[in-house]
């Protein structure tokens, strides 16, 4: 068993980033903000052709789990189709802050903050030294129902795991942990797929290393953690990873496309005496039409993104 535990103030644990923007929000799941993100990045792109990084604030809290599947989901989704349109390709970072008690580390990260004119009231007051634009646009308001899988409160659990190869950490993984954090109050346990088991792996020439993945997985909890809530790392060399020797667990978080495998785990946990771990579903990212059905077709996935490095690096 290969472990790394971290529990120390989110701030202690940052590492340099270069200055980026950011979009501030307050409520996704009453407005559209697709036009107003059209906007902004059009005018960077204009300006900044070579920016690399964006972050979303959402400044109203998400309480359950089903809201805040649904503001990532069509979050990401959009972004990544306008940042695509744009000529950004899949390396440009898109990060999702939410739920925040403190910005005091994000501050520091950020070269301006982008808000719609009728939402400065929403800046939080941490980051009022960051240089801000205001963007005069009209926000539609929508109905946005709450679907899907269980609906669980923030922080209901104590300590939950979510598990994966998080190879060239894209939008969807970015969800999954994002679902993780959201459910713990206490610890995150997550399983980093090791390279045992991804000897066959389509594209292995352009997999990232163990050690590459463990730091961006990392990376990004720094920036969605809230302080006291700790993380530890495990090394996965079998199906179940940390859930099937780790006790004191009670959720799971894990993708629509991989949720038959909380069934194995449960009956794995039931085996050994371990109470089952409530298993909490995202969405799949990509093409709205993937499912199991047609083998999760059009989802963004770790293996397109080997490919396009694959074929830049060795055709």
């Known amino acids: 068993m290969i ?102 580390c994000l501050c520091e990260q950020l070269s301006r903050v982008f808000y719609v004119c009728d939402e400065e009231s929403a800046i939080p007051k941490e980051l009022t030294g960051v240089e801000t634009k205001s963007i005069n646009t009209k926000l539609e308001k929508k109905n946005q129902p709450t679907t899907g899988s269980k609906c669980r409160k923030y922080q209901e659990y104590p300590v939950t795991a979510v598990g994966g190869t998080f190879d060239h950490l894209h939008d969807g993984h970015k969800i999954l ?38 730091l961006r997985v990392i990376g990004y909890l720094q920036k969605v953690l809230n302080d006291g809530i700790k993380f530890e790392i495990f090394q996965i060399n079998d199906v179940c990873g940390p859930t099937g020797y780790i006790k004191d667990i009670n959720s799971l978080a894990v993708s629509e496309e991989s949720s038959k495998g909380g069934g194995f785990v449960n009956k794995t ?19 709205q039409n993937s499912n199991e059905q047609n083998n999760w077709s059009g989802k963004l996935s770790s293996t397109d993104i080997r490919k396009q490095e694959y074929e830049k690096h060795y055709k």
Not at 33 to 51: C, Q, T
Not at 184 to 203: D, E
Request: charged share 25%; with cysteine.
């Open 3 to 104: 472990k790394i535990e971290y529990n120390y103030p989110i701030e202690s644990l940052h590492v340099m980033t270069l200055k980026h923007p950011a979009i501030l929000i307050r409520d996704p799941l009453q407005y559209n903000y697709e036009e107003f993100f059209s906007i902004v990045l059009e005018d960077l792109r204009k300006g900044n052709p070579s920016l690399s990084t964006i972050d979303i604030i959402i400044s109203q809290y998400i309480h359950n789990s089903n809201d805040l599947n649904s503001c990532l989901s069509k979050i990401y989704n959009g972004l990544r189709s306008k940042v695509s349109e744009l000529g950004w390709d899949y390396s440009f970072e898109i990060d999702v802050i939410f739920n925040q008690k403190s910005y005091r």
């Open 177 to 214: 942990l994002s679902l993780a954090v959201f459910l713990t109050s206490r610890t995150v346990i997550i399983g980093i797929t090791g390279p045992k088991l991804l000897v066959n792996k389509k594209y292995s020439e352009t997999l990232e290393s163990y050690e590459r993945r463990q």
């Open 269 to 287: 946990r039931r085996e050994k005496g371990y109470s089952e771990l409530d298993v909490i579903v995202i969405n799949v990212i990509g093409d």
